[in-house]
């Protein structure tokens, strides 16, 4: 049965949709099926916000170090029902939320989104993934094309405006060391933290 909710490391992660407008050479579920406490997280269906906040009240939510939204799929494709869910669990919990994302939010709504997780989401992590567009193009093969790149730092940009704590991340074995260096200086630039997954 697909898990909704799961377990991993400290965290208590929801798996929102198994949608994603990239398809990472990388990506995990091409290799597993399942994640910490998940049999699977290949999801036969999206569970409602409903669903999802039945699954939360089995929990000992407040136990948890966070609340992240990351399944198999890119949670932002589903922006306003994981907003709708944040914002109950602020109303009954004292825990950090966090996105783990592909930082194409923006182009996915043809608009700036980010003010929306104001007040809702504490942290974000972006998949930087690769070096220039080119590179992340070849590697992700997102549905925009080599726009999607320049999509992504523009996310990050925009949406450390509005979430207390901004991190991008890159995978150590599917970029090499020059990669990972130009990745953690654009990092840099950008005033967010930086790390290898």
Known sequence: MSSIVYDYGGGLYINLTN???CACEFCIKNFTDGLGSADTLLLEKEPTVD???SELKKRDVGAYDEVVFCGYGEPTERLDDLLQISRAIKTDFDVKIRINTIGLANLRFGEDVT?????VIDAVNVS????DAEKYTALCH?????????AMLDFIAKVKKHVPVVTCSVVSGSLSRESIEICAAKAAELGIGFRVR
């Open 19 to 21: 949608r994603c407008p």
């Open 51 to 53: 669903e999802v906040l």
């Open 115 to 119: 003010p929306r997780m104001d007040g």
């Open 128 to 131: 930087m993934n690769e070096a």
């Open 142 to 150: 997102p549905e925009f094309g080599p726009a999607a790149y320049d």
